[in-house]
Each structure stands twice: as structure tokens, then as C-alpha cells.
């Protein structure tokens, strides 16, 4: 029976955040960013254990997290996102096997829903390959010059266009060989990196599970404050 993991990419400074402390220890409602994510995966989902890719000389984490039943810390982050995944694979290779299910989800998207979550990994629990959460495009969308004051070069069609979130699962072995075989190097997702291995025939392609519009990523200063209030909500809902 294939095991489920969840992997927590953490080791970046978020500097368009704004904040002087890397996104994911700034506060948010009294409690750290990851915390919160943290508490999302552990409450929504049966894992069969929590790893998180920080920064070899990352010195806020125990402050911060503190030890956990189930969490776990790997010193393996690198200098993107897609090496510190990377690495964190290479750390799983003696406890994973090639058809277990790695979640992948962002440390500084603390809001994502319980039936998110559950949603992707009920969605996906007979694939060969895995998916991600993705919600449908519904702002008509621009492209610019690249200039300083942009002007608009046309305007892109967006049938069939989702826009990607976390979590992303996919087998082990799938994510091993896609991160080992293709050019990541400026991967800013693992589906990505999927759809490259898939390109070679190696794979099929990922899947596409509806996600929610809830599910900020924490990008932004002004983030912190929605997060907040999402958060809040979510209680309130829950509470109800």
C-alpha cells in the first residue's frame, strides 16, 4: 500500500513580502506562518509524515515550530525552490519507495482549505503519475512589453487556461525522476518539472484537480493582512 508524505518547501526569504523576517516565521493571528500550514496538512490529512526543507543555517525553526510528533526538519534547502525539493528528495531516498505519494505545498499557503486537501489526494489516489490543485483563469489576461511604464503587447486567450497552486502530489519515483532528468534549475513548480519528464514519454502528464481561491500564497505585504482574515474566517466557519 503506497504511504503519503508531505513535503514543505521553506528554506526561501520571500523578499517581495516586504517583511524583515522570512515570510514564513512572520506572525500571523499570534502564530507563525508555517505553523499554521503546518497545522493545515497534519489536521486535514493521514500522513505518514511531515518533512520540512529549510536552510542549512536556518536559526528560527526550532523557535519557531519547536519539535512536533510527525514533523520533521531536513537541512537541505538550496538556493531555489526547486533545488531545495530536490535535495529533500535525495534526503527521502531510504524511506521512500517509487509508489509513494509526496504532497508538495508551499510553506507560506496557510489558508488552503481541509477540502482542498483532501479533494487532491481522494482525486489522485489511483493515478500513475499524481496532479496538481489548479483553479480556472477568470481575469482576462495581459501581456507586457517587459518596459518600465509597460504598455500592453495583446491580450491572451484564457480558454483552458488554470492558474497552478499547492499542494501538487505525485509518486516518489515520478518526482525523482523528473527532478533528475530534466533542467530545473528555474522550475518555480513540480508540476513542471512532471510535464518535462512527461514530454519524453517517460510519464504521462499531470492532472488537474479544481482547488480553491482561498488558497493565497503569501507573494505580497498586503497578503499578511488577508491571510489573516481568510484564516479567521475559517474558524469562524468551522466553529459554526
Known sequence: MSRRYALVP????????????HKQYHPILGRPVLAHTLDRL???????????AIAPDDDRYAGAIGTRPGIEAL???GPTRAATVGYALA??????RADDWVLVHDAARPCVPVATL?????????????????VPVADTLKRGDGGDAARV???????????????????????????AACDSADATDDALVVECLAATGACGMPRLVTGSRANLK????EDFGLA???LEAQRRENAA
Open 75 to 77: 537541512r537541505c534547502g
Open 153 to 179: 503587447v495583446r491580450t491572451e486567450a484564457r480558454d483552458a487556461l488554470w492558474q497552478a497552486q499547492t499542494p501538487q502530489m505525485f509518486r516518489y519515483g515520478v518526482l525523482v525522476r523528473a527532478y
Open 42 to 52: 497534519t489536521e486535514a490529512l493521514g500522513l505518514d509524515g511531515v518533512f520540512v
Open 91 to 96: 534526503a527521502l531516498a531510504s524511506r521512500c
Open 218 to 221: 503569501i507573494t505580497w505585504p
Open 118 to 134: 483532501r479533494g487532491l489526494v481522494a482525486a489522485l489516489e489511483h493515478d500513475p503519475v499524481g496532479g496538481l490543485t489548479a
Open 228 to 230: 489573516a482574515a481568510l
Open 10 to 21: 521553506a528554506a526561501g526569504g520571500g523578499t517581495r513580502s516586504g517583511r524583515a523576517v
